[in-house]
């Protein structure tokens, strides 16, 4: 298992665009998470999955954002009609239920609305 | 989940340990501690977790106050690879989510 994976690394979009961003779980792991992280902030968090149910999703993901989680296996983020303000790194991590307070991030993509 | 307090910074000399302390004087009984840290332009890492006791991994030891409202984090033997922000959470046993604050900075210098 080479860990969480996260595609693209890097994307460029001008305002107005749709992108879309795919995390691949450590394949054991039921657990799924979406954060956001700005320059010199923590990462905040967006949304979780567990297998395919999402169960909770943060104030901060407006209507423009939408993931989903089918099969209980990878999961994309959508960012419809970017906006400058969306420009950050978007982070994955799964962890197993059992030990829910450990979890595996991926490298990031990186969203850089013009 | 009970909200944690970390100095913004400190500076560490290569090879000398590195305490990273955490306040959360309002943690109860079933919240955990967790210790993440994050590289320059990558995504964080786990590095360890306890609830009362002392734990030590092939990391850091985590050494928790007897009333648990403080944490620190020991790096025994720290290295310029250790370089990175180290982020103080805690979470409750059947949490569903970690809270990131802004961690502390830390800077191993030769």
């Known amino acids: 298992d080479t860990g969480v994976s996260q595609d693209p690394r890097h994307k460029i979009t001008k305002r107005g665009q749709n992108v879309t961003f795919r995390c691949d779980p450590i394949?054991?792991?039921?657990?799924l998470y979406w954060y956001r992280q700005t320059l010199g902030q923590g990462p905040e968090f967006l949304t979780y999955?567990?297998?395919?149910?999402?169960?909770?999703k943060s104030r901060l993901l407006s209507d423009r954002f939408s993931a989903e989680r089918p099969k209980g296996s990878f999961s994309t983020l959508e960012i419809q009609r970017t906006e400058q303000g969306d420009s950050a790194m978007y982070l994955c991590?799964?962890?197993?239920?059992?030990?829910?307070?450990?979890?595996?991030f991926g490298a990031g993509s990186r969203l850089t609305v013009l | 989940d009970a909200k944690t307090t970390q100095p913004p910074s400190m500076d560490c000399a290569e090879g000398r340990a590195a305490n990273l302390p955490c306040n959360h004087s309002?943690?109860?009984?079933?919240?955990?501690v967790y210790w993440y840290r994050q590289i320059h332009s990558q995504g964080p890492q786990y590095i360890i977790h306890?609830?009362?006791n002392n734990e030590t991994n092939e990391m850091a030891s985590l050494i928790i106050t007897e009333d648990r409202k403080s944490s620190t984090l020991i790096l025994p033997h720290a290295t310029l690879r250790d370089t990175a922000v180290y982020y103080c959470?805690?979470?409750?046993?059947?949490?569903?989510?970690?809270?990131f604050g802004a961690g502390t900075i830390l800077r191993v210098k030769s």
């Open positions: 991590a799964s962890s197993l239920v059992l030990w829910g307070g450990v979890l595996t």
């Open positions: 394949s054991e792991h039921n657990r």
């Open positions: 999955f567990q297998n395919e149910a999402q169960l909770e």
């Open positions: 309002t943690i109860s009984g079933n919240e955990y």
């Open positions: 306890g609830l009362k």
């Open positions: 959470i805690v979470r409750a046993t059947y949490g569903n989510k970690l809270v």
